[in-house]
């Protein structure tokens, strides 16, 4: 469980891979774009930091975090990507809404895992309110886009030297 004081989002990239020979594809919902946005920049900073170049990595944007399945799948299809990322937001509200969102995102993200073979990483925010998702967009608990860069970066590498077998 985060702490008020910790920021999960700290790396040492001279221990990670250099990013400067993969492609990225990050999908990117519309909804609480104040959110996902911040997200967005972790994500982008952390990739560009770590010596990916900006003409490797795709973005696409979708109209809610539902639709980040369907996205993530076309961009595998269409873009030849080592990695897709999709980044979203979900917000507990007073219906079941919520929960459904929540997991048809989460089954088809795996899904998509485990059908194709591009990783995609699930950063999608499943908060109970709104501050909740303030904190972790760039807040006081750090960024889960910097993470799911991270995550992105240690993905496409095992890709990568798991084909080289």
């Known amino acids: 469980m985060a702490t ?15 990013a400067k020979d993969f492609r990225f ?16 920049k972790g994500t982008l900073d952390a990739l560009l930091d770590c010596g ?13 975090s539902f639709e ?15 990695v897709v990322i999709t980044i979203g937001c979900v917000i507990k ?5 919520f929960e459904f969102v929540c997991e048809g995102v989460t089954q088809g993200i795996k ?6 073979d591009v990783p995609v990483i699930f950063c999608l ?18 960024n889960k886009g910097t993470e ?3 995550a992105a970066i240690k993905m496409a590498d095992l890709r990568r030297n798991s084909e080289n077998k």
């Open 125 to 142: 925010l499943t908060d109970n309110n709104e501050q909740q998702s303030i904190d972790r967009s760039g807040g006081i608990h750090g």
């Open 93 to 97: 509200g007073e219906t079941m809404h």
């Open 148 to 150: 799911a860069a991270i």
């Open 4 to 18: 008020a004081n910790k920021n999960l989002s700290q790396y040492d990239k001279t221990k990670l891979p250099n």
């Open 111 to 116: 899904d998509l895992n485990v059908q194709t």
């Open 52 to 64: 990916a170049s900006q003409e490797n990595i795709i973005r696409w944007n979708v109209p809610g």
């Open 68 to 82: 980040l399945v369907y996205g993530a799948q076309r961009m595998i299809v269409t873009q030849e990507v080592d």
């Open 25 to 40: 594809g990050i999908v990117v919902s519309e909804w609480n774009d104040h959110i996902t946005e911040g997200l967005y």
